[in-house]
């Protein structure tokens, strides 16, 4: 079954503005970390921001932060502010357990910033 | 640089063959994961090694082994090599198993 799924393929946003990419995940431990990547056309990926599942506050990150909605099970990331080099595939990434020994990661958004 | 060498970072072989991909974890990190990201599958988790031994299997062929050796690097060896087994190859670290993973630049390994 699928774990994480992230529904937008692909999304724009108009630079400076601020845009939401959307991550549902499914779990029955309750305990848990998400995590969102970030891999620009040159194909690194790059580790944005975390949320554990016993973390009573949101995740931020200078630009990130985390819209953590357990009862909902969703990880959203929003992203303020756009800019140019925020053009990338963006992944959601969860990790069961806590002697979880592998990361599974959704299908990822391609996020495209308009000048 | 994320700390996390991974080489060679372009590889083109022809099918049948047998390839070795190599990675070097971050300082201090014992744990090496590999990932497969092709643009039918997404990123796939293959393997992951704890200080030399294999803790854990994902969606990884018969054809493929790993191992990570007592410095702590690790090496995926790829055989009798397909077309389908073109992609991008990751291999990550990360330095406890509740926290998150480095990402190398990868290989990508072209099947001709």
């Known amino acids: 079954a699928q774990k994480i799924t992230q529904t937008q393929p692909g999304m724009f946003v108009q630079e400076k503005e601020a845009v939401t990419l959307d991550c549902t995940y499914d779990?029955?431990?309750?305990?848990?970390?998400l995590f969102w990547y970030k891999q620009p056309s040159s194909g690194e990926m790059i580790f944005l921001i975390y949320?554990?599942?016993?973390?009573?506050q949101n995740a931020t990150e200078g630009r990130y932060s985390l819209n953590f909605q357990k009862a909902r099970k969703s990880a959203n990331l929003v992203i303020s502010a756009s800019q140019l080099g925020d053009s990338a595939m963006y992944f959601c990434?969860?990790?069961?357990?806590?002697?979880?020994?592998?990361?599974?990661f959704g299908a990822g958004t391609r996020l495209t910033v308009k000048p | 640089d994320s700390g996390v060498t991974q080489t060679p970072k372009h590889l083109i072989t022809a099918t049948g063959q047998r390839v070795t991909l190599r990675c070097s974890p971050r300082?201090?990190?014992?744990?090496v994961y590999w990932y497969q990201q092709s643009l039918d599958q997404g990123l796939q988790f293959l393997i992951q090694?704890?200080?030399?031994?294999?803790?854990a299997k994902g969606n990884i062929l018969e054809r493929f082994s790993a191992q990570q050796f007592p410095d702590l690097h690790s090496e995926l060896n790829l055989s009798s090599l397909e077309l389908g087994d073109s992609a991008l190859y990751f291999c990550?670290?990360?330095?406890?198993?509740?926290?998150?993973?480095?990402f190398g630049s990868g290989t990508r390994l072209t099947v001709v």
């Open positions: 990550a670290s990360s330095v406890r198993l509740n926290y998150g993973y480095t």
């Open positions: 779990t029955s431990d309750p305990s848990y970390g």
């Open positions: 949320q554990g599942s016993y973390d009573q």
């Open positions: 990434a969860m990790r069961e357990g806590p002697n979880n020994n592998d990361m599974r």
């Open positions: 300082s201090g990190d014992l744990s």
């Open positions: 090694y704890y200080n030399g031994e294999e803790r």
